[in-house]
């Protein structure tokens, strides 16, 4: 029974491996006939499943949805995999087209799996999905599921989500024809990639930016970037891949004219790459590299009924793997090679033919290269003396070219008038900032410099009383001083974090005993304002990966906010509690509250909710920016509870993630140890604690 796990998951990776699919299979009839009819176990559970995937590579629809119906009956018993099975069914009933069927599982499924938080999971379903609708051209459905699958990606910080901004890219920009958007989710995923450190993923995101670089006409950036691609990352990519890179660039090599001399050379190596794949792949790439040697060879003016005969053979193949074919806009490139080889050989009724034929195509893929299929009509037309309609394509090729520019600028004009209001505004919190932060130093070095004049006009006195004056004004030159210390490290840290140059030194922790030192850190600096600090917890020992610095600069900064407004005999309260896949600590305070229209700025840069420079409390606007950047750096999350209303409650949530390798330092066993003057930096702007 070990095997069907593994089954299951390369038959939901691999939908038409038949190797796969038998082997599978066996193990399934197999494990059925090991399996007791009356047990209700996770191994008859999973063979169901796998039996149920199988039937659908195989597209014996009812026979898959009786194995699932059977799965599920079992599994309203224990739960395991109920989402997932509802997942399967609602991808069934959508093959089968009823919708109403499917309405339901739909439904069944999105509300189990998110509540079995298999956020994953539902994003896959999502995107499958939208996959079969986008195909079948029932775009709105389609896009309004990608839109359900980006609404959570956009509140979730973990590795994973790369690869999905990857496959919902693919769908805007291969099936939608929305470049300009999968070219935005490519950019997401990469950054997430990086972060992650996840090569793979970040190859094949530069290998999909470079086919939308090629789509949108940035043709120079996309070779640059096969190129790349082709020089240090080809270990990463499967022989699929890389074959494909070695096509897109030749064939921008072809379009171009450019390195010509090149091309004999990356055929053969195309060539030798085809041998080594499977029969209904290699087909498919053969055909597409028919295409690439017919441009070739209509560029070079050579070969042309070589070219015709290997068209045939082209578009034979096509049609034979037509739902499955794996390059896009096929037909368009090969009707449109028949109409330039017709041309060239001075037929042109024949090339008439093929570019009228394309026009219909080109509707197909949302009027794709429909300017140069007008142009190649008026060629055409011009050659066989019909000026009349020859004159007709061109003044509408022109028109669509002249509309295309106008759209293109009225779009730029666009992002630059938004852009300009949002430069305008972050010009304006700037200015904001800056106003505040020349107040901030200007405080204490204005105390400091006043305290040194005091201390000189007291320094003939002799030494016991100049002792006197010493020991008045040393705390405040102290506080100041670290008050600077302050207010220059987060400028430090928010630039370095900006700028990606700021990582967490992740290490192993017990995350209980962290807070609640850190907690009752602050108990003797508090005692002045009478304000009780609370500790609470339901675990009393929860071992995580973080980094102890970026934790304790975190708790340190809302502790700091909460004593500044917290008023005397308040209290504070914090608490750590152990949930499913993450800790929650929570900081809550009885003061004054933040009001209702700052709450959803307070994270943003140089947000302060007093921004008078008489205010009541000291504040730079960067503490809780640089808390919220910390927190992404330890892939967590941090928000106000807003239905809190007896003063501020923040939420922070860290994943439950450990580091196994055993040269990481412990800190279970090491403890975790007090920095008093880090301590003393952090709340040094509380002029309420030094009064």
Request: contains cysteine; neutral net charge; charged residues 30%.
């Amino acid at each position: 029974m070990k095997t069907l796990e593994k089954e299951i998951k390369d038959l939901e990776a691999i939908k038409r491996n038949n190797d796969t699919m038998n082997k599978a299979y066996s193990s399934a009839v197999n494990a059925l006939e090991k399996v007791d009819d009356g047990l209700k176990s996770i191994e008859k559970v999973q063979t169901y499943h796998l039996k149920a995937l199988i039937n659908m590579n195989k597209v014996i629809i009812d026979d898959a949805m009786e194995n699932l119906e059977r799965e599920l009956i079992i599994n309203n018993g224990n739960k395991i995999c109920l989402g997932q099975v509802y997942a399967e069914l609602t991808k069934m009933f959508l093959a089968k087209n009823d919708m109403n069927g499917y309405e339901l599982h739909l439904m069944l499924a999105e509300k189990t799996l998110i509540s079995e938080k298999k956020n994953e999971s539902l994003v896959d379903l999502y995107i499958n999905l939208a996959n079969k609708f986008t195909r079948n051209e029932k775009k709105s459905e389609g896009i309004n599921l990608l839109k359900k699958a980006l609404y959570i990606l956009e509140n979730i910080k973990e590795d994973w989500v790369a690869e999905q901004y990857l496959k919902i890219g693919a769908i805007f920009s291969i099936e939608l024809n929305d470049n300009e958007l999968g070219l935005e989710l490519y950019n997401k995923g990469y950054k997430l990639a990086k972060k992650y450190n996840l090569k793979d993923i970040q190859v094949l995101l530069m290998y999909y930016i470079a086919f939308v670089y090629s789509y949108i006409g940035k043709r120079r950036d996309a070779i640059e970037l096969f190129n790349k691609i082709i020089k240090n990352n080809t270990k990463s990519l499967s022989l699929l891949h890389i074959t494909t890179v070695y096509m897109e660039l030749s064939t921008l090599y072809i379009d171009l004219n450019l390195n010509m001399y090149k091309i004999n050379s990356m055929i053969h190596l195309i060539e030798e790459n085809i041998k080594q794949m499977q029969i209904r792949i290699r087909e498919q790439f053969e055909a597409n590299l028919i295409l690439i040697k017919c441009r070739y060879y209509i560029k070079i003016n050579e070969k042309p009924n070589y070219i015709l005969d290997e068209l045939d053979k082209a578009k034979a193949i096509y049609e034979k793997y037509l739902d499955s074919f794996r390059f896009s806009n096929f037909d368009l490139y090969i009707e449109m090679l028949y109409g330039d080889i017709y041309y060239k050989l001075n037929e042109y009724e024949r090339a008439l033919y093929h570019y009228n034929n394309l026009i219909n195509l080109s509707r197909k893929y949302g009027y794709r290269f429909i300017d140069k299929i007008y142009e190649r009509l008026s060629k055409t037309y011009e050659r066989g003396g019909n000026y009349k309609l020859a004159m007709e394509y061109l003044e509408k090729a022109n028109s669509i070219m002249i509309s295309y520019d106008n759209s293109k600028y009225r779009d730029k004009y666009a992002e630059l008038y938004k852009n300009l209001e949002v430069l305008q505004e972050s010009e304006k919190t700037k200015s904001e900032f800056f106003a505040s932060i020349s107040h901030e130093f200007k405080t204490p070095i204005n105390v400091i410099y006043s305290s040194v004049q005091l201390l000189n006009l007291y320094k003939n006195k002799d030494d016991r009383e100049f002792m006197g004056y010493y020991l008045k004004y040393k705390n405040n030159i102290k506080q100041n001083c670290l008050r600077s210390f302050k207010l220059i490290d987060n400028i430090i840290d928010a630039s370095r974090i900006n700028k990606g140059n700021y990582e967490a030194n992740f290490n192993n922790i017990n995350i209980v005993e962290l807070v609640e030192k850190i907690t009752n850190s602050i108990t003797p600096y508090v005692e002045i304002k009478n304000i009780m600090v609370i500790f609470d917890t339901n675990i009393e020992e929860l071992i995580i990966k973080c980094d102890v610095y970026m934790v304790e600069r975190i708790i340190l900064n809302l502790l700091s906010n909460a004593i500044k407004f917290t008023p005397k005999n308040g209290k504070i309260i914090v608490s750590v509690n152990d949930k499913e896949n993450e800790v929650e600590i929570r900081v809550r305070d009885t003061g004054i509250g933040i009001p209702k229209e700052m709450k959803d700025k307070i994270f943003n840069k140089f947000t302060q909710v007093d921004k008078s420079l008489n205010r009541s409390k000291e504040g730079s606007g960067i503490g809780l920016s640089l808390v919220k950047s910390l927190v992404d750096l330890l892939n967590g999350k941090i928000y106000l509870n807003t239905e809190y209303e007896n003063g501020s409650e923040f939420v922070l949530n860290l994943p439950k993630d450990k580091i196994v390798e055993e040269e990481w330092i412990d800190y279970k066993k090491e403890g975790y140890k007090l920095n008093v003057e880090k301590i003393s930096v952090e709340l040094s702007d509380i002029y309420d604690l030094y009064s």
